[in-house]
């Protein structure tokens, strides 16, 4: 008997879940505005326009030789995932039988995009997939020397394109905005909101500096080695992430000890550890 893990059950049910909103956005605003975000999706509402085919037919017969391809490349466990992401997105595409939300085609791209990137955010981020482009940009990943993210765009445009010669160029440009959405809106899910800050500091005093930033603002302070490249000298360097509501704390607190430290603060999407988000659960 194979055992199941808490943690596969909660990345299951969050497929679910994000296949659900997803579908959600395809029958509330694309479909009925015949726009959408590329992929099997975009072919589907051509289909179902031109030859009255259900959406739901289409991404089941179109994706059914990638999941073959994705059991063939990636194994099981991934292939499974895939198996599941896109047969669920087939299923809640042909069971939610939602009205149109709105027929504004602007407002259906906004909200069709921002639909869509979440559900298929929570899909990723359960290291799931649906199938269509993601197995198939995956796939020119690995065999053309060019990223996931650049087959995908390629992919995608040409199905916008098809929006264009199917009904208009202003639909075309309208699921440009919805791609565009989707995408932020994926990224968003995936990496979460620039909740904090890294800082990188170069200072005369480095000991002082991180010491004050452990004990005033409570954060661990991780010390590099480096050189000057023009004088040659030893100037360690000083890398602490923290909250935003922190950040005005480490700045006074730097230059209260040296005026002329050399500071630069990045945006940090995702913090995995001590003092702030705990590590996922084991298998």
Do not use: C
């Not at 990638?66 to 997105?89: A, E, P, Y």
């Not at 445009?157 to 929006?163: D, Q, T």
């Not at 913090?271 to 705990?278: D, I, P």
């Amino acid at each position: 008997m194979v055992a199941i893990s808490r943690r596969q059950v909660l990345e299951y049910g969050q497929i679910a879940v994000g296949t659900a909103i997803t579908a959600t956005g395809i029958n509330g605003f694309y479909a009925p505005n015949h726009i959408a975000d590329g992929g099997v999706t975009g072919v589907g509402i051509i289909l179902q326009y031109l030859m009255h085919v259900p959406i739901w037919l289409t991404l089941v017969v179109v994706n059914l030789p990638l999941l073959w391809l994705s059991h063939r490349l990636w194994g099981g466990r991934v292939g499974l995932r895939t198996i599941v992401g896109t047969l669920l997105l087939s299923l809640w595409v042909a069971v939610l039988h939602v009205h149109a939300f709105s027929h504004n085609v602007l407002l259906a791209a906004i909200y069709g995009g921002i639909l869509s990137g979440v559900g298929l955010g929570l899909v990723f981020r359960a290291r799931g997939t649906t199938g269509g482009t993601d197995v198939v940009s995956r796939f020119a990943s690995h065999i053309l020397p060019v990223s996931m993210g650049q087959a995908m765009m390629v992919i995608d445009f040409f199905v916008i394109a098809g929006f264009g010669v199917t009904f208009s160029a202003t639909k075309a440009m309208y699921s440009l905005i919805a791609l565009f959405i989707s995408a932020r809106a994926i990224d968003l899910v995936q990496e979460g909101t620039a909740f904090a800050r890294a800082f990188t500091i170069i200072t005369a005093h480095p000991d002082v500096v991180g010491e004050r930033i452990m004990s005033e603002i409570g954060r661990g302070v991780t010390r590099l080695g480096a050189h000057g490249a023009y004088t040659g000298e030893v100037r360690p360097v000083l890398y602490v992430v923290v909250l935003r509501s922190e950040v005005t704390r480490v700045k006074s607190l730097i230059y209260e000890v040296d005026r002329n430290a050399f500071v630069s603060v990045a945006n940090v999407h995702e913090v995995v550890g001590e003092g702030f988000r705990r590590p996922p659960l084991e298998e």
